[in-house]
């Protein structure tokens, strides 16, 4: 079984390992609630592009909409990403963005995951977060109420809890999260994980294709040198 193939399969388990638990959740709870909908402001945007990793000199940037619910999302975290970070973000190739697209239809808490990463973003710990978030999704995302284990994710990265837990209940970054919802709309995205590169959105994407993409980008951009003339 080929890469592609084996995470093509991993995503679909995973997927119906997530729509089993859905169909047998009936109720949301939580001691902690983002509301949704909310009217978008100034404040909301200002001075914030989505969780960055990577040089701010990197030639392309590449744009991750996600919704750490996501099963799949949850996958391409845990075996996509390595590749991508050691192949293409830490070479300076690519500043990944993460942008939030909580799908409220589908899971449980996904606007309080992301409030979650948002509040730990104060304390300079959004990517470890993410990764952790993504790395026990089953342990927080099937839980009656995720705030316990949230919890724990903080602290155990470094993270103050007491600090997080005030930010949790002001559930002061819902108009962000609100707002990179509509961009991915706007922009057309469907389905989570969704990456933009070059303008063009990619679902289902692999390392080794996002490589590809990334290096034709590259070399478009690079001036050719004129060949030089030769002698008779």
């Known amino acids: 079984m080929t890469s592609q193939r084996r995470f093509y399969f991993v995503v679909a ?51 991750e909409y996600g919704d750490l619910e996501c099963p799949g999302c949850a996958v391409f975290s845990q075996i996509q990403f390595p590749d991508v970070k050691a192949r293409l973000i830490d070479p300076g190739k690519i500043r990944l963005r993460y942008r939030d697209y909580p799908w409220d239809q589908l899971h449980k808490h996904p606007r309080v995951a992301a409030h979650a990463v948002a509040c730990a973003n104060e304390q300079g710990h959004s990517w470890d977060v993410i990764e952790k978030m993504f790395a026990t999704q089953e342990a927080w995302a099937l839980a009656r109420d995720p705030i316990p284990a949230l919890r724990d994710i903080v ?24 707002a990179s919802l509509d961009e991915g709309k706007a922009l057309g995205v469907g389905v989570t994980p969704s990456f933009i590169i070059g303008g063009r959105i990619f679902a289902g994407i692999t390392g080794d294709e996002m490589v590809r993409v990334v290096d034709s980008l590259i070399a478009a951009a690079t001036p050719q040198k004129p060949a030089k003339p030769t002698g008779n």
């Open 155 to 178: 602290k155990g990265v470094g993270g103050n809890p007491d600090t997080w837990t005030t930010c949790m209940q002001s559930a002061k970054f819902a108009g962000r999260i609100q």
């Open 13 to 63: 388990a995973a997927a119906a390992a997530g729509a089993a638990f859905l169909v047998s959740s009936t109720r949301k709870s939580s001691s902690v609630s983002i509301p949704a909908n909310v009217v978008v402001t100034a404040n909301d945007t200002s001075g914030f592009h989505g969780y960055v990793l990577g040089s701010a000199s990197a030639p392309i940037e590449v744009t």
